[in-house]
């Protein structure tokens, strides 16, 4: 197999660890707390999770692990999607496994939960594990978006961890997967089975965390990754005085990377969808409010500038929200009717007199290339496909718009050319930056100590992180303590609460009070490519969302 | 002005010089070859450049050299698109001028060419140059693409040179740029004035080379950048293995973007403008040979890959652009019956009776949405903007419709996915890689040395760059050497020689032999971010063409 050069080097990083790690393993001992509350609904959950619920948070402590050195043979799971650091996970924890006992054994179940479901497993050897030390990506064993949710599938799981004589199985996953490793644990209890299961906090969209999971991991190498091309591009308009790059950033409904992003990159405007949904702000809002930017800036003759825009923001805008609703509820109800109308005036008429007052004047707005796309790109379920939508190309069609008007009145001389980008898939699968690399190596270690002290229904955690890793705290938190009952599909469902970004916490303030002047005089900073060699405070820097978090 | 880690630390980086540029700049000697050609049109050339034809080659070599120490004053411009490494050409020339007398001065002119016509100008200081070393970006001082063009723009630039009192200006830029400069130190020769011009070769694009000109700056840096995306997508496709991956690449008319990028990750596929020009490839057949890819791939039940699009594609291919030159004829000609017609079918059908049998019926396989595009987006000129088109949509789309009717003839059995990227905007301004960092830095000091000794209508030249950079070769070539006569807007102009890829090159070969194996079996390779510190390995290559074309 032919490497990069890169990915040789990293191949000898050696990822830092908590001390408590550091030492021999049979003098890991764990200290618990007092048995835990789920965040809501305590009740229903009570009731739900018989054998798993309330447990105590656990913290690893120095003390006598006689269990520790026993034989294990333990599953690994990557669930969902790619986030940097997913292999390192496995490394720390077949690394613990091994210093535990040498004839301990990991297996990877391949491609996602389906793995576990199907059977399907490789043993994990050292020349396999040192192919992925420090690299991105999932592909050692693949993901996957399966869920364990039908009484056949949680039974064939039991089948297959028998069938292999696992102690464990580790769930590396965001909060549904999580939430999933939760499920599991308890039925494997209920079942009377010894199985145990244990989660880590994987997810580049940072909207796995709490009082006890500080970061989910792959959020600092994303953000670093797409810091990076924003600075270049900032750099860009700066050089070239002549566009606006509107900016979308992968991150689902949270917009934690946008933030973020912004925090180390000081663009012109950055959309917060939190901030969109609380305020209740429309398109026509949201539009304002950029082309105040572009008209003062314009007056300073700087007709260019960055608009970062997170992924989830449509949801969050009211007025789309309920246009949302009405399409896919009129394309449902009128699936054939609608199905008969040619072109897409056509069908804009007929949406004209069936949707709402309100909503259609909402769709008249639309950019005409946006307002088909709503109609165009369904699912499966004829759902329109919100992910789908170019919310960059909605918003610069709406603001050249809003300009031609502000020109007629004199208000605005200025010229607007804008270009439009989207940041993905170029975060998710980036090798670790060297935070990354140690939280999820030690994350992983971490699950190992937990499994070989008997715990199940943990989520690994490792928390003190902008201390120095070698003063990292290392424990469990009960899987439980972090759920409520959510609606999901017309039912009640536990699930683990997703974080978004809070309006009154440090990061959102931090740039809430800088924002008004990087909208109007050029701030940019340029943070360059993630740096995994060279002066610290180049290559060891956690977010600043995480730095704010603890300041 | 608040700045990034890695902007600070990099401030501190020293670029390498090669060693006759380390010592005293007075035992710099010029050596110089005989009278040199152009590459063609001799004798139009010869007229055109009266004063300043057939130079010889300068190479610089230990010896007395007593003119250099002398008070120059210098004006330098950054002309055209941004390239990573520009603000170091300008310290570079900055330190060598202030080495040869600590009373010289450098002006930079604001905004590109205009800025000489103009005479907008800032003087460099040490504070001021010190906030750009080794940083990317041209937000020193602004690009811009003003031709000095008319007699009036050649007079204005020689009213401010004078007003100045400058010795030389030294512009850097690509082919265009650096034809402007020809003309420049002509102009001035022949109105008797002593001020010389010295350019810099500029683009990322990588076409600005030749026998002297090893590579042009910013090539390296952008090419890493992509390829640090490229590769990303590509451990993303392979861990999540459902999406294909059309990454379409800034680089203008050149594949050597594409090319390197080839090299530097092992795509699927990497589809190269010269090759489907040279062997007349039609768009189904550029489909088909996609779909070959994407059918073998699912027979192993690969459903993923990734496809890499040069930027120029469309230009190349014969039946596109006779498509193209036909829709600016009929536009053009028949502009007002054509802004009557009401929408895209009107308009179609009324296309598909003018335009020749085989452009109609080219016209008629394209996507709708880019056959829109092609109507729509047209330059003030009414022309078609080909770099407008999403080449990246037009083939998936094309490749869906392939693949539809290879899935009812029972040959294909796979699904099909696709995700649409293009990067360009995001490598023009990165951090110039230690590479680049040196290889300008030597660039504009040589310009310096150019300068001091009285030389006029030269390329700044440094060769032998897969050497370490102490043993790089530093020069002069003569403006004229590379240049030839072409159609431009109707008329015959001198112009540098364009470099396209050559399909007979060791780069192209090195490709050619391993993309057949490519195509089917996933043999990615993930280059990562670029790094400036670490082991020399990772952090000091050139890139793979360079290395090819030394090999």
Known sequence: MEISALQKARYAYRPKLPVILTGPVSDIAIEFGTPTESVADQADLRALFKHSYGKPLARFVKGKNDKITRRLTVGVILSGGQAPGGHNVIAGLYDGLKKGNKDSKLLGFLGGPSGLIENKVVEITDAFMDEYRNTGGFDMIGSGRTKIETPEQFAASLETAKKLGLDAVVIIGGDDSNTNAALLAEYFLEKGEKIQVIGCPKTIDGDLKNEHIETSFGFDTATKTYSELIGNIERDANSAKKYWHFIKLMGRSASHIALECALQTQPNICLISEEVEAKKLSLGQIVDQICDSIVKRAANKENF????????????VPEMKK?????????AHYADEFAGLSGFETQAAWLGKKLSAESAKVFASLPAEIAKQLLMDRDPHGNVQVSRIETEKLLIGMVEQ???E???TGSYTGKFSALAHFFGYEGRCAFPSNFDADYTYALGFTAFVLIASGLTGYLSSV???TAPADQWVAGGVPLTMMMNME????SKKPVIRKALVELDGKPFKAFAAKRAEWAVKTSFLFPGAIQYYGPSEVCDQPTKTLILEHS
Chains 1, 2 share one sequence.
Request: glycine share 8%; proline share 3%; hydrophobic share 50%.
């Open 406 to 408: 502000l020109k007629k």
């Open 323 to 331: 246009l949302i609703a009405e399409l896919n509820d009129l394309m």
């Open 487 to 490: 609606q999901r599909h017309g």
């Open 402 to 404: 809003r300009l031609a």
């Open 463 to 465: 928390k003190n992180l």
């Open 305 to 316: 500038g960055v608009v970062l825009i997170p992924e989830g923001l449509v949801e969050f």
